[in-house]
């Protein structure tokens, strides 16, 4: 068994990790930020990783997410090889695929909290009158039907960080990454955020990996993948 579980899962495989390493060069030092991480996430499931920092873990997140590109290994989505694609379908996959939700929710200050969802989508292509449904209809989901005219600015952390996991979600992804998403949120608010993502979870289905140093939150979630110096670690390395 590679990692903790503390609840159901999927079984029908999303995600597949083979190998993966990645390499830094600093001035003449060569850092290696993951070493041979072999990971499978499930259709579904709701998997939190932990560890302290430098173990690998937001690198980890953006090799899965396609924000970077490991220096050896594979990534497969569903049945595809994410890096054997080109960049302009390697774009689309990002796009279409993949859901982004930090810790700082980098909404648009001059846009209202509709606008900032609805720009996610038409940026996909899609055409501004959709986009606005779609958009209205997500902050409805998070419940935020009547803060969608209102301005960042004009929302509390969390309504922006619901608007953020909104906006995550207009493309429809079959994977949404959260680095730290409650981290920057008060106790009380970053359990709601991350209550309405159990609850996306569990009635849409929607697979989440997210990372997290919140111990409480963690032991939520369907499994817990601890990491230590840029490896899966539990209580021995299992990355190789």
Do not use: C, W
Not at 1 to 29: D, F, N, P
Not at 65 to 84: E, M, N, Q, W
Not at 137 to 162: C, F, I, M, T, Y
């Amino acid at each position: 068994m590679e990692q903790e579980t503390t609840g159901e899962v999927g079984v029908a495989e999303l995600l597949r990790l083979e190998g993966l390493t990645r390499r830094y060069s600093m001035g003449q030092r060569e850092i290696t930020a993951l070493k041979e991480v072999n990971l499978t996430i499930l259709k579904g499931e709701m998997a939190g990783i932990m560890g302290a920092s430098g173990a690998g873990k937001s690198t980890l997140l953006h090799l899965m997410g396609a924000l970077d590109k490991p220096s050896s290994g594979r990534i497969i989505f569903d049945g595809t090889d994410v890096f054997a694609l080109d960049d302009k379908k390697l774009a689309a996959f990002r796009s279409r695929k993949i859901g982004f939700v930090f810790q700082f929710h980098h909404l648009l200050s001059e846009f209202t909290a509709e606008e900032n969802v609805a720009l996610a989508s038409m940026i996909s292509g899609q055409n501004r009158r959709d986009a606005i449904n779609r958009a209205g209809e997500l902050l409805a989901l998070v419940g935020l039907s009547n803060r969608r005219d209102h301005r960042p600015g004009k929302l509390s952390g969390g309504e922006q960080q619901r608007v953020a996991i909104a906006r995550a979600l207009v493309n429809g992804p079959g994977l949404l990454l959260a680095d730290e998403p409650t981290g920057n949120l008060d106790t009380a608010t970053g359990d709601e955020v991350f209550a309405l993502m159990q609850r996306l979870n569990r009635e849409k289905g929607q697979t989440f990996v997210i990372v997290t140093h919140n111990q409480s939150l963690a032991e939520k979630m369907s499994r817990i993948v601890r990491m230590k110096d840029g490896m899966i670690y539990n209580g021995d390395f299992i990355s190789q």
